[in-house]
């Protein structure tokens, strides 16, 4: 029980983020990847806890192309920049 309300309370903690970066940068979509982000349902709980925010401030969750590997292929990518 106390393992799930951790879980509920850190989706609702990335819908408020999720907010917030609509609301400064106005992102179109927000990518979630890693093991966390792509555990099983995690999207889904973020995807409903969104859904409480006000309309203007909800965008689309989706998984990563990259899956697990999203953070090192995008580490990688901006080193190569950078």
Same mark, same amino acid.
Not at 9 to 31: E, F, H, P, Y
Not at 60 to 75: K, S, T, V
């Given at each position: 029980?106390?393992?799930?309300?951790?879980?509920?309370?850190?989706?609702?903690?990335?819908?408020?983020l999720?907010?917030?970066?609509?609301?400064?940068?106005?992102?179109?979509?927000?990518?979630? &990847?890693?093991?966390?982000?792509?555990?099983? &349902?995690?999207?889904?709980?973020?995807?409903t806890?969104?859904? %409480? %925010?006000?309309?203007?401030? %909800?965008?689309?969750?989706?998984?990563?192309?990259?899956?697990?590997?999203?953070?090192?292929?995008?580490?990688?990518?901006?080193?190569?920049?950078?």
């Amino acid at each position: 029980l106390q393992a799930k309300t951790i879980i509920e309370n850190s989706a609702n903690t990335i819908a408020n983020l999720v907010a917030d970066i609509k609301a400064t940068i106005d992102a179109d979509c927000v990518v979630l &990847g890693g093991s966390i982000g792509l555990a099983n &349902g995690y999207i889904e709980l973020v995807q409903t806890a969104i859904r %409480q %925010q006000p309309e203007a401030l %909800q965008v689309p969750i989706l998984a990563a192309h990259y899956h697990h590997d999203a953070g090192l292929w995008g580490a990688a990518l901006w080193a190569r920049v950078n």
